[in-house]
Antibody, heavy 124, light 108 residues
Framework: QVQLVESGGGVVQPGRSLRLSCAAS????????MHWVRQAPGKGLEWVAIIWYDGSDKYYADSVKGRFTISRDNSKNTLYLQMNSLRAEDTAVYYC?????????????????WGQGTLVTVSS | DIQMTQSPSSLSASVGDRVILTCRASQSISTYLNWYQQKPGKAPKLLIYAASSLQSGVPSRFSGSGSGTDFTLTISSLQPEDFATYYCQQSYSTPPWTFGQGTKVEIK
């Protein structure tokens, strides 16, 4: 069965860095686009970043552009989110989610499976 | 960016009730609209994609409709396990992928 397992969350001081991982299993990871979505405590869902199935395209929310980097290692079935210059407003549960790309495009696909999330707390 | 607005923000309903949730886009998104259910402490779960297609394994009491700017998610007979927060999301004009603020369905 499809499994997405995030890890790497924790408490970090403002301005520091953290790298999240999302380990995938139960499907052919290299054929799916992958997103990061976050949810601040008590708030709604906010899209963070996407990477194409082959890593050829990446997009970021304006709120994280220039600070966060999404990447993947298809040989390890793992998605990453490198988060630099962290701010208090980055505090959230971070979810990875997969999308089935069609005709090489991942723009329109629904997020059909999500991981359980990992909590990032930015605080001094 | 396309803004998604859900109404109501919360509602109280009883088991067996028919419940209708609404989502409005700030511009036309055709049928590129998805619905997710999220229970406390859990990850979101895809219910409906492309406005009206039921995701595999989702009970048939859930249905979606709409196109353009106005969409609805209907739960035909509310069950105890349906008490959750529901989010709509557009995938028409991306990036960014945008979500509504959510509708919380509570027990009356």
């Amino acid at each position: 069965q499809v499994q997405l397992v995030e890890s790497g969350g924790g408490v970090v001081q403002p301005g520091r860095s953290l790298r999240l991982s999302c380990a995938a299993s139960g499907f052919t990871f290299s054929t799916y686009g992958m997103h990061w979505v976050r949810q601040a405590p008590g708030k709604g869902l906010e899209w963070v970043a996407i990477i194409w199935y082959d890593g050829s395209d990446k997009y970021y929310a304006d709120s994280v552009k220039g600070r966060f980097t999404i990447s993947r290692d298809n040989s390890k079935n793992t998605l990453y989110l490198q988060m630099n210059s962290l701010r208090a407003e980055d505090t959230a549960v971070y979810y990875c989610a997969r999308v089935q790309c069609t005709g090489g495009s991942c723009y329109s696909a629904p997020f059909d499976y999500w991981g359980q999330g990992t909590l990032v707390t930015v605080s001094s | 960016d396309i803004q998604m607005t859900q109404s109501p923000s919360s509602l109280s309903a009883s088991v067996g009730d028919r419940v209708i949730l609404t989502c409005r886009a700030s511009q036309s998104i055709s049928t590129y609209l998805n619905w997710y259910q999220q229970k406390p402490g859990k990850a979101p779960k895809l219910l409906i994609y492309a406005a009206s297609s039921l995701q595999s394994g989702v009970p048939s009491r859930f249905s979606g409709s709409g196109s353009g700017t106005d969409f609805t998610l209907t739960i035909s007979s509310l069950q105890p396990e349906d008490f959750a927060t529901y989010y709509c999301q557009q995938s028409y004009s991306t990036p960014p992928w945008t979500f509504g603020q959510g509708t919380k369905v509570e027990i009356k």
